[in-house]
């Protein structure tokens, strides 16, 4: 189970999908590429100031002020796990 918090200053995700098809953690995988896409865009597309720490089964991702556009970034990421989860039920929202 992925565990996922997010806060008014940031996000917190912990945890494995533990779906593996033909021994690829496809949940995994899509959760990452998309946090992954959520941080080089709030870096590179933003100004936001952002510190990041991603690691095995754990990421971390701290602001203290988003932009209107960054906000719209971490929307855009939440919808997307939200769509992994609906078909994977593999999240917990905390």
């Known amino acids: 189970m992925i565990k ?8 917190r995700m912990d945890g ?7 021994g690829q953690g496809i949940v995994c ?3 990452s590429a998309l946090t992954c896409g959520l941080i080089n865009a709030l870096q590179d597309l933003t100004g936001d100031c952002i510190c ?5 089964g ?10 209107d556009k960054g906000r ?3 929307d855009a990421w939440f919808l997307g796990i939200a769509a992994i989860n609906q ?8």
Do not use: F
Not at 88 to 94: T, V
């Open 58 to 67: 754990m990421t971390v991702i701290k602001w203290q002020k988003l932009s």
């Open 72 to 74: 719209t970034l971490v």
């Open 4 to 11: 996922v918090k997010v806060r008014p200053d940031g996000i």
């Open 16 to 22: 494995h999908a533990n779906r593996h098809i033909n």
């Open 29 to 31: 995988a899509g959760v």
């Open 87 to 94: 078909e994977y039920n593999c999240i917990e929202y905390l």
């Open 52 to 56: 990041a720490d991603a690691g095995s």
